[in-house]
């Protein structure tokens, strides 16, 4: 009788020990804005003017997966992650779709959300070729983008749009290759709002909770 009631304290120890996990939440109520490759935060309050002259995600035209030309109106009033991969690449960009496809799945009913890809290989990632890896990752055409399109624009589009490499201060040639593990986070006006390690999962958490965050902004 002893044991069996010794038995019943310890099970009702270990439940009372145990505790729910914690859902990830920002670590701010205003997310901060970027506007350059060292990411100094600029603590900017969402209505203020000064936003008006603020860096923003320079216009450009791409192709989906779909054959689709897609925009920067393409993702008006939509917040999006973005990062630039290759289908061939065997050494990170498979855990950095993984990754991807994590906020695909936290987000999956949420037309506001968008994903954003880019193939620093456009020249080998056809608008076929990004099909089929679509299709064989799992990626939902309508939530998650694969884009090819001209090298130069791509190429442009990630060192000075977006500041995607952690190189500082050093200068690349345009032909340079362009290959980071990188997420940025851009809101519905086309701005910079984070950056986070896409080989990560905790960063990868933080970028779903800032997301979280980032929508609840007027």
């Known amino acids: 009788m002893t044991a069996i009631r010794l038995s019943f304290l310890f099970l009702l120890f270990c439940v009372g020990c145990s505790s729910p996990k914690q859902e990830k939440t920002s ?5 901060p804005f970027y506007n350059e490759a060292t990411f100094t935060p600029h603590w900017i309050d969402p209505q203020s003017l000064e936003l008006d002259t603020f860096h923003k995600i320079s216009p450009f035209k791409l192709i989906n997966q779909e ?13 999006y992650v973005t990062d630039f991969f290759f289908t061939t690449c065997p050494g990170i960009c ?3 779709t993984d990754n991807m496809g994590t906020i695909q799945d936290a ?3 949420d037309g506001e959300v968008l994903l954003l890809s880019h ?3 456009p020249e080998r990632d056809s608008v076929h070729v990004l099909k089929e890896y679509a299709e064989g990752k799992g990626i939902v055409s309508d939530k998650w983008h694969l884009v090819t399109g001209k090298r130069s624009e791509i190429y442009r589009l990630g060192r ?3 500041f995607i490499e952690e190189d500082l201060g050093l200068e690349k040639d345009v032909d340079e290759f362009l290959h980071t593990e990188n997420f940025v986070l851009v809101d519905k006006n086309r701005h910079i709002r984070g950056i986070y390690n896409g080989l990560n ?3 990868v958490n933080q970028l779903i909770a800032d997301i979280k965050t980032l929508k609840k902004e007027q």
């Open 160 to 162: 000075q749009a977006y």
């Open 67 to 79: 054959g689709r030309m897609l925009t920067e109106k393409s993702f008006s009033n939509k917040i």
């Open 119 to 121: 193939s620093v290989t």
């Open 201 to 203: 999962k905790t960063s």
């Open 94 to 96: 498979p855990k950095m």
């Open 107 to 109: 987000f999956i009913n």
């Open 27 to 31: 670590r701010v109520d205003i997310l």
